[in-house]
């Protein structure tokens, strides 16, 4: 296999895992994996060959947290 295989591979699987993050029952953990998946996590579905407006439309769909940690900039 070559290279390129392993490393959607691993794109994949930390798409899947934020996808189950995202869907949890701790905003603490759904809060910030639904940001990257808005944000890095749309581009590197697109590199797999997902359309980025599938993420954010799906994320959109998503029920609103009860509360969204607060992303500080340092």
């Given at each position: 296999m070559g290279t390129d295989v392993n490393w959607r591979r691993l794109a994949a699987a930390?798409?899947?895992r934020a996808v189950l993050d995202a869907l949890g029952d701790d905003p603490a953990l759904a809060a910030p994996a639904r940001r990257w998946l808005a944000a890095?996590?749309?581009?590197?579905?697109?590199?797999?060959?997902?359309?980025?407006?599938?993420?954010t439309g799906?994320?959109?769909?998503?029920p609103v947290l009860p509360w969204e940690q607060l992303a500080l900039t340092l």
């Open positions: 930390m798409l899947a890095e996590g749309a581009g590197w579905a697109e590199w797999l060959g997902m359309p980025p407006e599938r993420v799906w994320l959109a769909s998503l």
